[in-house]
């Protein structure tokens, strides 16, 4: 570990690396990031990979619509193939209420150059063939967005942060963060203590533990995600399939290799890092399965995994900065396809620049002000 570094930052997933190279790349030589895993190990590397700009939050879509467009460049800057399929966002919605909020958020997306429009059942049905059109009213669909490799996001990030001079330490805990008075921090790790101006916490779902230290509320909270693979599925064969999302249910899928990848989010899941795959969701999956897309009940299922969504009390992120303590975290699922934007904020919030948009609502500071900021666009 250096003794010293002009900033740690604290998580080594999407986000973190994100802002190690936008950092680096600025011409911030000293940047120090601090894993206690490997790179990519935690939320990002569980993710479904989906990437989008349709929410209804406008900073959302700002934050969405600006890390489109940098995966789309992402072969060139930083210079890492991501597999990117830009094959769509299809949300299936079978309530009245949905239907006039999504017309809503439609606007709102068109009103920012997102492409986004509102189908009938039929349209939403000829763009995901699998999809059982029973009960619903409509769909909203936009084509720029799809889903991408989040491993290979992180590590073409991480390629280039280092290229740049990055620093990065893996297999490294975060134990205390001491301010020493003279507007420094020195972070104490199981590998020896560095000291530095500034630290940014891109610690995902261990995030409030990380604001402890420092005396900032973080008020995210783990919740298990599980999803699964099916086997090969023929008929899928040189389709286009959208992320296909039926939004009363959260159920959804998107192609993987020869197959799907397809989970459902479970209400009755409870706080905790909890990484095991638990039977308790099946029946509620299947249920939903058998009424949204009930072919797939026939294709067998290859394998799966667990992972964790990093969860606030909106749903919304945490972006802000208390004195020199940064802090990127509690995107609620929408920390991968936030990326690449939260990395050029979070660099130019360190660098006392302007950020290309206010994020100043995000700040941890808005629930002690009754101001949360609730996003309906969430699986």
Same mark, same amino acid.
């Given at each position: 570990?250096?003794?010293?570094?002009?900033?740690?930052?604290?998580?080594?997933?999407?986000?973190?690396?994100?802002?190690?190279?936008?950092?680096?790349?600025?011409?911030?030589?000293?940047?120090?990031?601090?894993?206690?895993?490997?790179?990519?190990?935690?939320?990002?590397?569980?993710?479904?990979?989906?990437?989008?700009?349709?929410?209804?939050?406008?900073?959302?879509?700002?934050?969405?619509?600006?890390?489109?467009?940098?995966?789309?460049?992402?072969?060139?800057?930083?210079?890492?193939?991501?597999?990117?399929?830009?094959?769509?966002?299809?949300?299936?919605?079978?309530?009245?209420?949905?239907?006039?909020?999504?017309?809503?958020?439609?606007?709102?997306?068109?009103?920012?150059?997102?492409?986004?429009?509102?189908?009938?059942?039929? !349209?939403?049905? /000829?763009?995901?063939?699998?999809?059982? *059109?029973?009960?619903?009213? =409509?769909? &909203?669909? #936009?084509?720029?967005? @799809?889903?991408?490799?989040?491993?290979?996001?992180?590590?073409?990030?991480?390629?280039?942060?280092?290229?740049?001079?990055?620093?990065?330490?893996?297999?490294?805990?975060?134990?205390?963060?001491?301010?020493?008075?003279?507007?420094?921090?020195?972070? !104490?790790?199981? /590998?020896?203590?560095?000291?530095?101006? *500034?630290?940014?916490?891109? =610690?995902? &779902?261990? #995030?409030?533990?990380? @604001?402890?230290?420092?005396?900032?509320?973080?008020?995210?909270?783990?919740?298990?995600?599980?999803?699964?693979?099916?086997?090969?599925?023929?008929?899928?064969?040189?389709?286009?399939?959208?992320?296909?999302?039926?939004?009363?249910?959260?159920?959804?899928?998107?192609?993987?290799?020869?197959?799907?990848?397809?989970?459902?989010?479970?209400?009755?899941?409870?706080?905790?890092?909890?990484?095991?795959?638990?039977?308790?969701?099946?029946?509620?999956?299947?249920?939903?399965?058998?009424?949204?897309?009930?072919?797939?009940?026939?294709?067998?299922?290859?394998?799966?995994?667990?992972?964790?969504?990093?969860?606030?009390?909106?749903?919304?992120?945490?972006?802000?900065?208390?004195?020199?303590?940064?802090?990127?975290?509690?995107?609620?699922?929408?920390?991968?396809?936030?990326?690449?934007?939260?990395?050029?904020?979070?660099?130019?919030?360190?660098?006392?620049?302007?950020?290309?948009?206010?994020?100043?609502?995000?700040?941890?500071?808005?629930?002690?002000?009754?101001?949360?900021?609730?996003?309906?666009?969430?699986?």
């Amino acid at each position: 570990m250096p003794s010293q570094a002009e900033v740690v930052v604290i998580g080594g997933g999407v986000i973190g690396t994100s802002v190690a190279f936008h950092l680096a790349e600025a011409g911030v030589r000293d940047v120090v990031v601090v894993e206690k895993d490997e790179l990519g190990s935690g939320s990002t590397c569980k993710a479904a990979g989906g990437v989008r700009a349709q929410f209804s939050d406008e900073l959302n879509i700002r934050l969405g619509a600006r890390s489109l467009e940098a995966f789309q460049r992402f072969p060139q800057r930083p210079g890492q193939e991501i597999d990117l399929h830009q094959v769509g966002y299809l949300f299936l919605l079978s309530s009245r209420d949905h239907v006039t909020a999504f017309e809503r958020n439609v606007d709102l997306q068109n009103s920012l150059g997102v492409p986004s429009q509102m189908l009938t059942v039929e !349209e939403a049905r /000829r763009l995901s063939p699998l999809v059982e *059109a029973d009960g619903l009213l =409509a769909a &909203a669909f #936009s084509p720029d967005d @799809g889903h991408c490799t989040p491993e290979s996001v992180v590590l073409g990030y991480a390629t280039a942060a280092r290229r740049f001079g990055a620093r990065f330490r893996t297999r490294t805990t975060v134990r205390s963060i001491v301010g020493t008075g003279s507007d420094t921090f020195r972070v !104490e790790t199981d /590998r020896g203590a560095v000291s530095t101006p *500034a630290v940014v916490c891109a =610690a995902g &779902a261990w #995030s409030r533990e990380i @604001g402890e230290m420092v005396g900032v509320d973080l008020p995210v909270s783990p919740f298990r995600r599980q999803v699964m693979f099916t086997g090969p599925m023929p008929e899928l064969h040189d389709r286009v399939t959208p992320f296909t999302i039926d939004f009363g249910s959260t159920f959804y899928f998107h192609r993987e290799g020869r197959g799907l990848l397809f989970g459902m989010s479970d209400p009755d899941e409870t706080p905790g890092f909890k990484l095991d795959m638990s039977d308790a969701w099946l029946p509620r999956l299947t249920e939903a399965i058998a009424r949204r897309a009930p072919r797939l009940l026939d294709v067998g299922v290859r394998n799966g995994w667990a992972g964790l969504y990093e969860v606030t009390p909106d749903h919304n992120a945490l972006i802000g900065s208390a004195g020199r303590f940064f802090y990127a975290t509690g995107f609620s699922g929408h920390g991968f396809l936030q990326g690449p934007a939260v990395g050029e904020v979070v660099r130019d919030l360190v660098l006392g620049r302007e950020p290309f948009v206010d994020v100043s609502a995000l700040d941890a500071s808005r629930f002690a002000a009754g101001q949360a900021r609730p996003e309906l666009n969430r699986v």
